[in-house]
Each structure stands twice: as structure tokens, then as C-alpha cells.
């Protein structure tokens, strides 16, 4: 939408100009059309479907839910390849959030969603509405949210917004999720260039449902009643659907920022409390949130989901400012509003609930028979749309795809351009100092994540774990994505994702058991992207299905890029995983002097993609480490059996910085002393591979000296490769290779590099 | 010990509070809504737990103490009734004038959720008698406005009359710039009233006082408040 069109809207007085009764439709020129980012070919589509012209509010309607944002139409057809069924499985995609069973009458709800576009032009209130949106998806199918996380990608540290994006972000997360009382456990952030025009906030959360209580998003039952719930609806958000998460940045973004929406965590806490109080009453049918697109894709969708239709008079709405008009009130996505259907009779319950938690509530509607959405304002129909042709009109676009050129250009190399070393100590320094890998604590120490009291693993190990009171389960969840793998490969990047989110999950003694993914991607209308896309999807897919997740819940964000410059392809996972006996949570951190350490699985001599060499190099180059299905399953098995059998002390994920970063990180991980090392290898793979190389498919673990035999037998038998490759125990980090010294470092001094190095960063001031 | 666990808009350790009441050390827990007055004679000890109540707007507390449960709880405190404010319940004490001083944002100007050492500085009170012959002890905190000031003289008052219950301080006990993670004057975590009934303070002992959870330090305030009753 160009500024004038904006501005026209925005510029509408709030006091003087009261909505006049007959204030004329405006004519639908192709000028108007356009600005409601719909094509020539959408809006003949609209003609033909609905056998009129739309009138404004109509038009505005089509635009929301015909954007990719809601409507998915390039991705739809990808995201059917995806496995989504299994035995947990209680609700798959289609709904709020996916539902997958935990046994004894309990479920886990879940999803991650991204508000990149939001968060680039308003840093602070796009990642605070982001976790508020996610956290809503959560509760409105009945269960109460117990875990927040979040992966998240900025430029680079040289790049000068980059830190105040980096203060925005996390300030807006930790002010929202800490005032919901909702912990946030963990989560992951990385740094590259390819992000310095267009960053991911990706949030996740996790919820607690019995599963006899889980509520669905349809508005069932003819005569019902359409209750409005929450904060008032204001002008804020108008068409953040369409025009800014459907599009990519350029000069005009920063005319975009009136559709970013301003979050209340307050709001949202009473929210949650009422809504949970609703949710035991037998008369509440249906509860949708008002996300993107608000009002308008809640009231459709429900309709749609139920097969009803819904009558709406908007002159109930509680609103924020005087004059709004339909148009706006329809497509404002100001946050914190739900809408929920109950039988007729308990209105007067519903609302002493809400009033009892101070919030605004109103009927503002029934649920009628006919299969469309009317809408009336002061008296005047304003809205008379079928609903199949806008929640469903949308056609699916087979864009095409094209394997980008610059693919031939990279993922060629040949490691004698790079020496190997015969000191490996300066590249672990620099390792562990850089943002990718060194620690998080300046972040995590921002979220409340030990609220509610269930954090048993806290924030700075593989996966985050939670205990789930009153049984003797947890739950762990880890989220994952190296998008320097998924531009170097879509489809092996995507796989690896998936088998690393699970490996992190096995590592803290889980089984993996779901699945929800967040696709990152550029403009869909260039065929490179749309490859990109396709690979990845595809590569999720064949993934997923070897190891026999589920994908329950997912969400696509496309056009992440600026002036044409698209992010690296970035899909996100978050596996979530099931401990039966939490006497059998493990963690990374070393716990004993004289323990033994290991490693299972075995190094190849592989350097593309690595963060050594983009660190020491400047190069994201070459093949993404190869992912042996059959041998990551193995090796993740062993694990978990040797943490079932309570065998080991510690198992920590070899991923960013290889073997050397893993065991360094084991030495000083939170929550543990700090207890140095010593490696003794013997090898005939280079010095650099060996150490910093990212192979896949492989955990270190550390036992105490008694347990060697039967693990060995154990790994004999699986059969796995494992080997022993040395000690922990004194006060240096030290790696021997065939018998010569190439590491030795004070542990404490590697410490403080790595402890330090991201807090040193976002505490300067330029 | 019967206990009172006040719900205000945005309480959000209330259920942490009521869960290690009632489940782990099995008191009699009752929930007060803040829209009422309650008739707490009954009670032994009335929580106002962590939280953001009323979001926060204004100044942490501000809002809560116009309540109408502070009503009673003022009426308890008054007649000798043991209140414990944590965190946001620490807040609001401060600004009903239960206890002297106030709470400003932490030097770092940013919220902090990290387990720190705390030094009992009196432990003689109904709420450090259990501590026996331990002195420092490892609670977590998670607060954006927890760096305590009060003017030089009054801090002076406070020390005198022993009503700084807890300093932060390093793992060996020792108080310094170094082991403050706010800012607070004189490393103040927790004070109590002149009549030593009311406490208020930032970290968080309910989190540090499951079994299946790291760290059990937070047992021996409340243990001390039951050895008491």
C-alpha cells in the first residue's frame, strides 16, 4: 500500500468527524485494488466468486486473508508433503496450535510463529507481540502455557543497527513473557550478514491441556453467541498481514510502522486467567484468537471451521478511539482480544468472569445458519460475504522454482585453500568468542525462565527441560536451524535441522515426539527462492518421516528480504521431546574429576559450512556436513539407552565449532563447576577437521571409570561407533593429537572469553 | 500455620507460593482475592507474592496497595500477623508504608533472573530462626526494580535497630560492589518493621524450595515461620 492510501486512512479525525451514517463507499478503482496488494487475476477471481464488487471493507477483507500471511497460497502446497500424523498426534496442523498426547489424560499444545517484519521496523513491540500472539494460539485450545522460547537472527555484530535490534528484541521478550509469568526456557540466536536488512524473531510456546479439555476454534451451533473478550480495538495494526508481512522491506518500510501492533502483557495475563476460567465452563463452544488479520480472520475462520456462518454487529465492539469506521475495526490487529462462542443463556456467567478479571467484554454476535459473514454497523449492513470464497478462494499459486546460480559458485572447495594449523588455540579462542557460540547468558539472564516452577534444566544447555508436575515426566524442548547449511543446501540443511533439534532433545534423556517448524524464507515470487522453499520442505519432510515425528503446527513467513536482497533460507524447528522418569533428565556440563569421556559416533573429514571457517576465513562455503540417516538414529538410540540404564554423567551435541567447542562447553556449562579436560585423539584426519569440523551424528558423553566395560559391550552390540578420547579433570583444556600438543588452555580463561564475549558486545556503546 | 496467598491483577508467583506451601511442607494455604477485605484473624502468615500486579503501571505497587485486601492486611500487620512480601509483595509493602524505603530500577537498567548469595544478617526473626549455623544462602532473583534505596540516616536506623535481614553477597559471605546484582544500598536484599513481623524481599525463596528443583535454601524462611506459629 503507498503512503497516500495510509494516510488517508490514519488521517481520518478521531473526535470531530463522527462515522457518518452514510458515508459513501468509495469506488473501487484498480489504483485501490493494488494498494490492497490483490492482483488483476485475484480480483477478477473475487468478482467471479462473489458475482459483485466489493465494497471497501469488503476489498479489505479479501486483501488480509488472500495474503500469503493467511492464506499460504505459495506455500500450501508444499507444506501437504509434510508428515503429520502419528499416534500422540490429537490435533495436527489446521488449528491453533498442534496437540500431541503425554499419556495419563495429559497433552502438550504447541507452535512457533514468526513477527520478523514487525520486529525489523519496531524492535521493542514486535517481538513483545510476537510472544503475546504465540502464547494466545496456546491457550485458546484450553491449555495453560508453561514454556516460552524463541530463535532469533540478527546481522552481523559490525553491522551498526544490528545492536539495537539485538536490545530491542530481547528487552521486548523479557518485558512481555516476564510479565505473563510464563518462563522463557531458552532458545537460540545467531548472527550473520544475511540478516542485517531483515531479522527472524521466531517464538514458540508450550502449554498444558487435559486432554478432555481441549477447545477448538469453530463457532458451532446455530444461535450461539459470539462474546468479544479483551482489550479494546484500536487503529493499531491495520493490515500488518497484508502489506507488512506479505511483502518485502524497502525505502517505504519505515511508513509501515503504524501497522505494527503495541503489546500489554497485563492484559494478556488476565487474558490467560480468564480464559482458563472460561474454558471449565460446559456452555464455551469455540475460542479463536484475534491474531493477524483480527476480527476479520477469527469470525471467517471459526465460520469456516464449523461450517456456520456468523452475524456480527460492530457497534458493539469496545473500542479504544471514537470514529473508527468498519473498515478499520475489521482489520485491526490490536493484541490481546479473543473471540468465543457460548451458548445462549450463560451470557451473564461469561461476563462476570471477564469482569472479574477487569476486562472488556461484549455479545457482539450469533452464530447463524447461512454460510457467510454479515456484518452490521450502526444499523447498516456493511459486510455480506460468503465465507468459502474468502477463507478458501485463495488459489493455490504454483510458482515456479529454479536452482539459484550461485549454488555453483560456493559449495566448491578444496581444503588445501585453507593451511591446517599445528596450534589449534587461537581458533578455539575465537570461536568461543564469537557470537554464534559463545554464551547467552546476557540474554537468558534477562527472562524470567524459573517461574512456575518446573525449570529442570535452566536455560544454556541442548534443549530446555521441564518437569510436569504431579507426574514424574518432563518435557524437553529444543529449537534449531544452522541456515548456513540451508543456503549451502536447502534440503540437507532442513534434514540436519530436524536431526540435531532431536539429538539435543535425546541429549537431555528424551524421546522426540513432535514437531513445529517456522519457514523463514525471501521472496516467493522469485523461482530461486521458491526452490529454496521446496528443497527445504522437502528435506523437513524426508526427515521427519525417517525418524517418525510428527510436524503438529508450523507457520511461513516469506518476503524476508530488503531491496532484493533475500536472508539465508532459515527453517526453524522445535522438537519437543518425553522424559518418563525425571530421575533421567541429563545435562552437557561435565560433573567429576577422573570421569571418562567419549565420543559417540565418528569425524569425517568435512569443513564446509563450518563456523570455523567463516570465523577464521570469512567463507560460508562448501557442502554442508553429511547427514547419515540410519547412523544418526543409531547413535541418538545409544544415547538414550545409556541415559535409561544411568550409565553416564553428561551428553552434550557436537554441532557449531566441532568436538573441541562441545567438550569445551562441557567443562564450563551453567549450573555445573567448572572442571577442565584433557583429550588425547588419535587421528589421520587434519588438525583443523578434526577439532573444529561440524559432522553430524555425533554426542559426547563423560562416565564415571567403573561404567567403561558395559558401555563399550553396549556399543559393540548396537553396534555404534564409540570411542574414548579422554579425561576430565584439572585446571587446562588440553588436546593431544597423535601424541603432539595442539591445544592448552587455562579452562578459566576460556571461560571468560566465552561467558563474557556477548554481553562485552551489547554492552558497548557507539 | 494457616496461610494466606493474596491474588493480585498480574500476581504471577502466586501459584509457586501456594504450591510449596501446601504441597511441600503441607500448611494450610488459602487463596485472597485482592478485591476484598478479609477477616485474617485465623491466619499465621499472609504472602504477597511476585508478580507484575497492575502491570506494573505507575510504580511497581502503586496501584496494588489501594486494594481493598491491603486494608486488611495493613490491620493485620498493625496487630502483629506475620506478612512476607517477595519480590512485586515486596513492592507493594514499601509503598503501603509496612516498610521503609523503596525500590528503583537495577543499575544495569535491565530485568535479572540469575541465583545469588544472600547473607543473613539477623537471624533472630520469625523469619531467619531456622538457619542454624548456615548464613549464606543461594536464591535466585528476577527483577527489573529491586535495587533497594532508602537516605543514608534511615539505612543507618534500619542497621541499628537490626531490621536488614539479608545483604547480597559472594558465595564465602563477603559483601562488595562486585557481588551486588543491583545496585542496592548497602547490598540490602530483604528488610524488616521495627516490630520484626513484616518482611519484605526481592529474591525469590519459594523458587529454591522444591526437591525435584536445584538449590533448597529457600525452605528455612518459610521452616522459620512455621517453627514460629
Known amino acids: 500500500m503507498d503512503k497516500s492510501f495510509l494516510n488517508l486512512l490514519f488521517q481520518i479525525p478521531d473526535t470531530v468527524d463522527k462515522p457518518k451514517k452514510n458515508r459513501p463507499s468509495p469506488e473501487i478503482t484498480p489504483e485501490i485494488v493494488k494498494e490492497h496488494g490483490l492482483t488483476v487475476e485475484e480480483f477478477r477471481r473475487i468478482l467471479d466468486l462473489i458475482g459483485r464488487t466489493p465494497n471497501l471493507t469488503e476489498l479489505g477483507i479479501f486483501s488480509v486473508m488472500w495474503s500469503e500471511h493467511c492464506s499460504y497460497k505459495s506455500s500450501r502446497p508444499y507444506l501437504k508433503k509434510l508428515p503429520v500424523e502419528g499416534p500422540r498426534v490429537l490435533q495436527g496442523p489446521g488449528e491453533n496450535a498442534g496437540v500431541i498426547d503425554i499419556g495419563d489424560g495429559q497433552a502438550v499444545v504447541f507452535k512457533i510463529e514468526s513477527h520478523n517484519h514487525p520486529s525489523f521496523i519496531e524492535p521493542r513491540q514486535g ?43 530481547v528487552d521486548g521478550i523479557s518485558s512481555y513473557g516476564n510479565c505473563t509469568g510464563v518462563p522463557t526456557v531458552g532458545g537460540e540466536i545467531y548472527f550473520d550478514a544475511c540478516y542485517n536488512g531483515n531479522i527472524l524473531v521466531n ?288 534440503y540437507e540443511g532442513a534434514a540436519i535441522a530436524v536431526a540435531e533439534a532431536c539429538r539435543n532433545v535425546v541429549c537431555s534423556g528424551a524421546e522426540p515426539i513432535g514437531l513445529t517448524n517456522c519457514l523463514n524464507f525471501g521472496n516467493p515470487e522469485k523461482p530461486e527462492i521458491m526452490w529454496q522453499f521446496q528443497q527445504a520442505v522437502e528435506g523437513m519432510g524426508d526427515a521427519c518421516r525417517f525418524f517418525d515425528i510428527p510436524v503438529v503446527s508450523g507457520n511461513v513467513s516469506l518476503y524476508n528480504e530488503t531491496k532484493g536482497d533475500a536472508i539465508y533460507p532459515t527453517p526453524t524447528v522445535a522438537v519437543v521431546g518425553l522424559i518418563e522418569n525425571q530421575e533421567q533428565v541429563m545435562t552437557q556440563g561435565f560433573k567429576k574429576s577422573g570421569d571418562q569421556i567419549a565420543l559417540i559416533g565418528f569425524t569425517m573429514e568435512e569443513l564446509g559450512g563450518t563456523e570455523y571457517l567463516k570465523v577464521m576465513f570469512d567463507r560460508s562455503e562448501g557442502k554442508p556436513p553429511v547427514l547419515d540417516r540410519k547412523h544418526e538414529k543409531q547413535v541418538q538410540d545409544f544415547c538414550r539407552e545409556l541415559i535409561k540404564k544411568g550409565l553416564i554423567s553428561s551428553a552434550h551435541d557436537c554441532s557449531e565449532g566441532g568436538l573441541a567447542v562441545a567438550v569445551a562447553e562441557s567443562c564450563f556449562s551453567p549450573g555445573c563447576q567448572t572442571l577442565g579436560a584433557t583429550l588425547t585423539l588419535e587421528s589421520t584426519l587434519r588438525n583443523d577437521t578434526l577439532l573444529f569440523g561440524e559432522t553430524q551424528s555425533r554426542i559426547v558423553v563423560s562416565f564415571p571409570e567403573e561404567c567403561i566395560n558395559e558401555i563399550k559391550d553396549l556399543a559393540m552390540a548396537f553396534p555404534v561407533d564409540f570411542s574414548l578420547i579422554g579425561k576430565v579433570g584439572g585446571s587446562h583444556f588440553t588436546v593431544t593429537v597423535n601424541g603432539k600438543e595442539v591445544v592448552k588452555q587455562d579452562i578459566e580463561v576460556l571461560k571468560e572469553i566465552w561467558k563474557t564475549s556477548l554481553g562485552n558486545y551489547a554492552g558497548q556503546t557507539t | 500455620m494457616k496461610c494466606g496467598i493474596v491474588v493480585f491483577p498480574g500476581s504471577n508467583c502466586d501459584h509457586d507460593c501456594y504450591h510449596i506451601l501446601k504441597h511441600i511442607l503441607n500448611q494450610e494455604t488459602h487463596w485472597l482475592w485482592h478485591k476484598e477485605e478479609a477477616n485474617l484473624e485465623s491466619f499465621d502468615l499472609v504472602v504477597l507474592p511476585g508478580g507484575f500486579s497492575y502491570g506494573d503501571y505507575l510504580r511497581p505497587g502503586a496501584i496494588a496497595r489501594f486494594s481493598p485486601i491491603m486494608n486488611s492486611i495493613v490491620r493485620f500487620a498493625k496487630g502483629g500477623g506475620k506478612v512476607l512480601g517477595i519480590c512485586n509483595g515486596f513492592q507493594i509493602l514499601l509503598e503501603s508504608d509496612l516498610l521503609p524505603g523503596t525500590l528503583i530500577q537495577n543499575q544495569s537498567r535491565k530485568f535479572i533472573c ?60 563477603n559483601v562488595s560492589a562486585e557481588s551486588n546484582p543491583n545496585g542496592s544500598v548497602g547490598s540490602v536484599a530483604g528488610v524488616t518493621n521495627e516490630q520484626k513481623n513484616v518482611m519484605g524481599l526481592m529474591p525469590h525463596p519459594e523458587r529454591c524450595a522444591d526437591p525435584a528443583l536445584a538449590g533448597m535454601d529457600g525452605q528455612i524462611i518459610f521452616k522459620s515461620l512455621i517453627s514460629n506459629s
Open chain 1, 127 to 169: 517481538a513483545a507481540t510476537g510472544v503475546g500472539g504465540i502464547m494466545r494460539d496456546v491457550f485458546t485450545m484450553g491449555a495453560r502455557p508453561i514454556a516460552l522460547m524463541n530463535s532469533l537472527r540478527f546481522g552481523e555484530l559490525e553491522e551498526p543497527r544490528t545492536r539495537f535490534l539485538l536490545h530491542g528484541v
Open chain 1, 203 to 490: 517464538a514458540f510456546c508450550l502449554g498444558l491441556v487435559k486432554t478432555d479439555r481441549i477447545f477448538l476454534a469453530g463457532a458451532g451451533g446455530v444461535g450461539n453467541q459470539i462474546l468479544y473478550v479483551g482489550s479494546k480495538t484500536g487503529r493499531d495494526g491495520i493490515h500488518g498481514a497484508s502489506l507488512l508481512a506479505s511483502s518485502e522491506f524497502d525505502e517505504t518500510t519505515e511508513d509501515k510502522r503504524p501497522t505494527v501492533q503495541v503489546g500489554d502483557p497485563f492484559t494478556e495475563k488476565l487474558l490467560i486467567e480468564a480464559c482458563l476460567e472460561l474454558f471449565e465452563c460446559d456452555w464455551v463452544v469455540g475460542v479463536q484468537d484475534m491474531g493477524a488479520a483480527g476480527l476479520t480472520s477469527s469470525s471467517f475462520e471459526m465460520a469456516h471451521r464449523a461450517e456456520t456462518g456468523v452475524f456480527m454487529d460492530l457497534s458493539k465492539v469496545p473500542l479504544r478511539e471514537e470514529g473508527m469506521i468498519p473498515y478499520e475495526i475489521l482489520l485491526s490487529e490490536s493484541q490481546e482480544r479473543m473471540l468465543f462462542v457460548v451458548k445462549p443463556g450463560h451470557e451473564k456467567e461469561a461476563l462476570a468472569i471477564l469482569d472479574k478479571w477487569g476486562l472488556d467484554a461484549a455479545i457482539i454476535g450469533e452464530v447463524i445458519e447461512e454460510s457467510c459473514v454479515r456484518i452490521q454497523f450502526d444499523g447498516q449492513e456493511v459486510v455480506n460475504l460468503p465465507i468459502f470464497p474468502v477463507v478458501d478462494g485463495a488459489l493455490d499459486l504454483k510458482r515456479p522454482t529454479k536452482r539459484p546460480e550461485y549454488l555453483d559458485e560456493v559449495v566448491h572447495i578444496s581444503l588445501t585453500e585453507f593451511p591446517d594449523f599445528t596450534r589449534g588455540d587461537r581458533a578455539l579462542k575465537k570461536l568461543l568468542a564469537c557470537p554464534n557460540i559463545a554464551s547467552k547468558e546476557w540474554v537468558y539472564e534477562q527472562y524470567d525462565h524459573m517461574v512456575r516452577l518446573n525449570t529442570l534444566v535452566l536455560p544454556g544447555s541442548d534443549a530446555a527441560v521441564l518437569r510436569i508436575k504431579d507426574t514424574n515426566k518432563a518435557i524437553a524442548i529444543s529449537v534449531d536451524c544452522n541456515s548456513r547449511y540451508c543456503y549451502l543446501d536447502p
Open chain 2, 114 to 173: 540469575k541465583n545469588v548469595s544472600v547473607r543473613i544478617e539477623n537471624p533472630d526473626t520469625p523469619f531467619t530462626r531456622q538457619c542454624g549455623e548456615k548464613r549464606v544462602l543461594e536464591i535466585p532473583i528476577a527483577h527489573h526494580q529491586g535495587s533497594y534505596y532508602i537516605d543514608p540516616f534511615s539505612l543507618n536506623q534500619l542497621e541499628e535497630n537490626e531490621q536488614i535481614l539479608f545483604r547480597y553477597c559472594d558465595t564465602e559471605g
